[in-house]
């Protein structure tokens, strides 16, 4: 009963996020993700987590429109899920020849980080596998929103599929 009525909140919550946001400021992408953002061509040195890496030239960049679980934090299904996400990211780049950085509107958090996303040369994403995988959440901080709606509809899909982080209590 508790899992039942924590997973409506959450679906509620992000349901509400995704609809609030989507009122209060214009969409940029379509749901399959499609972004007006430049390439810039990089290489990863090191995958932190789900959402945190760094290139070879040293930078660090987070991953923007997503949190994936902590690694060293939380529940063990938590921690399982978070490791679950790292490895995906990186199984995805070791499929990729190039890979490029769009970085966004707000170019920085607070942490001194890169905020972007990650594509490869077709323009795909790995965020959208990691959120319909249920690896991950749909996040929106504005101004950075070019890929909310496709963010948003790859959560709804792991959410009604029941897996990853919408299969937990």
């Known amino acids: 009963m508790i899992r039942q009525l924590l997973k409506k909140a959450l679906f509620m919550s992000a ?13 940029q992408a379509s749901e399959r993700g499609e972004s007006t953002l430049t390439k810039e061509k990089v290489s990863v040195r090191y995958v932190y987590d789900g959402d945190t890496l760094q290139y070879s030239d040293r930078r660090k960049v987070r991953l923007v429109g ?5 690694l060293k934090e939380g529940p063990a299904w ?6 679950q996400a790292k490895s995906t990211l990186q199984q995805w780049l070791s499929l990729q020849q190039n890979v490029y ?11 001194g980080r890169i905020l972007g ?3 490869n040369a077709k323009g795909e994403d790995p965020a959208v596998a990691l959120l319909e995988k ?6 929106v901080i504005a ?7 496709c963010y948003f509809a790859a ?8 897996v990853g982080v919408w299969a937990q209590a």
Do not use: C, M, W
């Open 155 to 162: 959560e709804k899909r792991a959410r009604l599929a029941d």
């Open 101 to 111: 950085l769009q970085v966004e509107q707000d170019a920085r958090d607070d942490y």
């Open 117 to 119: 996303y990650l594509v």
């Open 15 to 27: 349901f509400f996020v995704s609809v609030i946001s989507s009122l209060i400021s214009p969409l």
């Open 134 to 139: 249920g690896l991950a959440y749909a996040v």
């Open 143 to 149: 101004p950075n929103i070019e890929k909310q709606r």
């Open 78 to 83: 938590s921690r399982f899920v978070a490791k």
């Open 66 to 70: 997503l949190h994936t679980p902590q």
